[in-house]
C-alpha cells in the first residue's frame, strides 16, 4: 500500500472512530430542540377561525359525534341510508347551508359551509359527503329558480323532508358531460325527457332530481336543467349498485323513458343548464374536498391513540423515528390541504374571476392528500387497519372516490394547467 493510501486509510478510520460521539451530539441537540418545542393540539381546524364559525364548528362536531360517529361502521357494513340522522342534521340548518334564509336556508358562506362539512365527516365521510350534494341541489334551486320554484321546492328541501340529487354523469359522458345525449323535447305543456344517469348518489331515495338534459344542439349550449319530481310519469331507476365506499348512501341509475316534465320545471332559461351544472360544481369541489379534510384529521386522531399504545420490539411505536416522521408528514399535508380548500371558498364567496380554476386546484391538493392520509393511517395500524372494527379502513374506502367525482382529478389538472397557460 502506498503512504498516500494508509494515510487516507488512517483518516477514514479516524472519521468513523469519531463518527458516533458526532451522530450523538446531532441527536442530543434535536431531542433538545424536541423538548422546548412549543406543543399544540392535533387538531387546528380552529385556527384562523372567528367566534362564529368556532360556534358552527363546535355544532357540528358535537353532532358528528353525536349523531354519525357511534355507527358510522354499522351504517357501512348495512348499506343504511340514516334518513332520520340527515332530518336531524336539517334541524339544525344542514339541508340548505349556503341558500338563502327565506325558505328555510341557512345562509351562509361558502367557508362556513366548509367548516362544518369538515366537522361533520370527522363523524361519518359518506353522510355528509350526500348531505353536501343535497345542499348544491337546494343552492341551485335558490339560486336559479323563479319565486314560483323557490317557494315550491325549497321548504321541503332544506328541511330534508323531501331529499335532492344531482344528475349530470351519464354512461357515456362523465368527464366530457357537455357530450351528454339525455334529451328533453318540448311538447305542449310539458318537456319529455329520454337517456340515463350514471352514479347518482341518493337515486331511487330521493325525492327531487336536477336533471341535466339536451334541449338545442351538440356541446354546453344545448343543455337545459330541469327539476323533476320522483313519481313523475316515464322516471325510474337502476339496481343500488355495490360500492367500495360511501355505503350510507344508495347510488343508482336514473332513467327517464317519455317522462313527462312541466314547462315550468325548467330551472334557468333553455341552453343554461350546463352553466349551471358547472356553478354548482365549484361549489361541490370545495364541498367534497372539505369531507377529505374531516377524515384525515380523524384518521390522525385514530392513528396518534393507536401508536402510542400499540408496542412492537418493547417500545411504543410512537418512539420510532420513522413513526414520528410519517405522523409529521400527513400532519403537513393536512395544513396545506385545509389551507387551500379555504382559500378556495373565500375566493368563490368573493366572486373572484380566478375562483373556478382555484376551486379545481384545491380539490385535487385536498383529495389526492387527504386520501393518502388516510392511507397511510391504515398502514401504521398495520393488520389491525384492515379489519372492519376499525375506522381506520372506513375513511380510506370512503375517500377514495374524492379523487374521481365532482369532477375527476386529471381533469381538475387540465382546468388549472389551462388557466396557467392561456394569453
Known amino acids: 500500500m502506498r503512504h498516500s493510501q494508509v494515510l487516507m486509510a488512517t483518516h477514514l478510520i479516524a472519521i468513523a472512530r469519531r463518527a458516533p460521539v458526532r451522530l ?73 347551508l349556503y341558500t338563502r334564509k ?57 328541511s330534508m323532508v323531501k331529499l335532492a340529487s344531482y344528475c349530470l354523469t351519464e354512461p357515456g359522458a362523465g368527464s366530457d358531460a357537455a357530450a351528454l345525449t339525455t334529451s328533453a323535447i318540448k311538447r305542449g305543456s310539458h318537456y319529455v325527457l329520454n337517456g340515463s344517469k350514471a352514479f347518482i348518489s341518493g337515486g331511487g ?71 349551471i351544472a358547472m356553478k354548482g360544481l365549484n361549489g361541490s369541489r370545495i364541498n367534497i374536498g372539505s369531507c377529505s379534510l374531516g377524515a384525515a ?46 382559500q378556495a371558498a373565500t375566493m368563490l364567496d368573493q366572486k373572484h374571476p380566478y375562483g373556478s380554476s382555484y376551486c379545481a386546484m384545491a380539490k385535487v391538493h385536498a383529495t389526492d392528500g387527504c386520501f393518502k392520509i388516510c392511507d397511510d393511517s391504515l398502514q401504521m395500524h398495520g393488520g389491525y387497519g384492515y379489519l372492519k372494527d376499525y375506522k381506520a379502513n372506513v375513511y380510506f374506502r370512503d375517500t377514495r372516490v374524492h379523487r374521481i367525482l365532482g369532477g375527476a382529478n386529471e381533469v381538475m389538472r387540465l382546468i388549472a394547467s389551462g388557466a396557467l397557460l392561456s394569453d
Request: charged share 25%; aromatic share 6%; with cysteine.
Open 205 to 275: 331515495s330521493s325525492d327531487v332530481y336536477l336533471i341535466m338534459a339536451r334541449t338545442g344542439g351538440p356541446g354546453p349550449k344545448g343543455v337545459s336543467c330541469f327539476i323533476v319530481e320522483k313519481g313523475f310519469k316515464g322516471l325510474s331507476f337502476g339496481k343500488k349498485e355495490t360500492k367500495l365506499g360511501w355505503n350510507s348512501q344508495p347510488t343508482r341509475a336514473v332513467i327517464m323513458e317519455d317522462c313527462e316534465v312541466p314547462v315550468e320545471n325548467l330551472l334557468g332559461a333553455e341552453g343554461q343548464g350546463f352553466s
Open 24 to 96: 450523538g451530539r446531532v441527536a442530543a441537540a434535536v431531542s433538545n430542540q424536541i423538548r422546548h418545542a412549543t406543543t399544540f393540539p392535533r387538531d387546528l381546524s380552529s385556527v384562523g377561525l372567528n367566534d362564529a364559525q368556532k360556534e358552527l364548528q363546535s355544532r357540528a362536531r358535537a353532532f358528528a359525534d353525536e349523531e354519525l360517529a357511534p355507527k358510522m361502521q354499522e351504517r357501512d357494513e348495512n348499506q343504511h341510508f340514516p334518513i332520520d340522522v340527515l332530518r336531524k342534521g336539517a334541524a339544525l340548518g344542514y339541508g340548505g
Open 102 to 158: 327565506d325558505l328555510g336556508g341557512s345562509g351562509l358562506g361558502r367557508l362556513d359551509t366548509s367548516v362544518v362539512f369538515e366537522a361533520l365527516s370527522m363523524g361519518d365521510v359518506s353522510t355528509t359527503a350526500y348531505i353536501t350534494l343535497h345542499n348544491m341541489c337546494s343552492w341551485i334551486i335558490d339560486e336559479y329558480g323563479t319565486e314560483e320554484q323557490r317557494k315550491k321546492y325549497l321548504p321541503s328541501i332544506t
Open 297 to 342: 384529521q380523524a384518521s390522525i386522531e385514530a392513528v396518534i391513540e393507536h401508536v402510542k399504545a400499540r408496542k412492537q420490539f418493547g417500545q411504543p411505536l410512537a418512539d420510532f423515528q420513522n413513526t414520528q416522521i410519517k405522523i409529521a408528514d400527513m400532519a403537513i399535508s393536512l395544513l396545506s390541504s385545509r389551507l387551500m380548500i379555504r
